[in-house]
């Protein structure tokens, strides 16, 4: 399932959701575009003779996400695009709800992809190479990275979890 969030005042022109609080004089960039987060669901399930369990993904399950100025209905797994703040994207909260289920919450930070990515780069070269990158990487402008979502991993516990040998997660 895809999604585009929609706002939630009526007088937000062209997707500008942050555009208000920019008007306010809050450090808000102009919007520079959309990105996608991936939401989820799972349960952890356990055999009654396991030692572990097994992280299963739950299909059809009713979340709602929500930020500053927008939010959005799905149904899981989906992906949902939002608004691109760049540094100033904001939290993203995610509630779902099914039958036998408790409420499932999770909230997703925006990331610097730029700041992953050269940390990234760097791992394959050694410590030093990781050290010397992340020096770098502090001593550029924020304002200037690329920003992201991960994946919104909701994690749904049944209702009765807490009386189960396997528990709640």
């Known amino acids: 399932m895809s999604v585009v ?3 939630t005042a009526k007088s937000i022109a062209n997707g ?6 920019r008007a306010a004089g809050q450090d808000v ?6 990105e996608v987060v ?3 669901t799972y349960e952890h399930r356990r055999d009654p003779d396991a030692v572990s369990s097994t992280r299963t993904e739950l ?3 009713a979340c709602s996400l929500e930020s500053d100025g927008y939010r959005a209905a799905v149904k ?3 992906q949902v695009t939002v608004p691109d703040y760049g540094y100033a994207s904001r939290p993203i909260r995610i509630q779902c709800n099914a039958p036998g289920f408790k409420t499932g919450v999770a909230t997703v ?3 610097s992809k730029t700041s992953a990515s050269r940390i990234g780069a760097a791992r394959g070269a050694g410590l030093a190479a990781v050290l010397i990158v992340a020096v770098v990487d502090s001593a550029t402008d924020p304002k200037k990275h690329d920003y992201g979502y991960e994946f919104a991993n909701v994690t749904m516990n049944r209702t ?3 009386s189960t040998k396997a528990g709640c997660r």
């Open 5 to 7: 969030a929609t706002p």
């Open 16 to 21: 500008d959701v942050l555009g208000p609080q």
């Open 29 to 34: 960039p102009q919007l520079q575009g959309q």
């Open 38 to 40: 991936t939401v989820r």
């Open 59 to 61: 299909e059809g399950i």
């Open 76 to 78: 899981t797994p989906a």
């Open 109 to 111: 930070q925006p990331y």
């Open 160 to 162: 009765n979890c807490a």
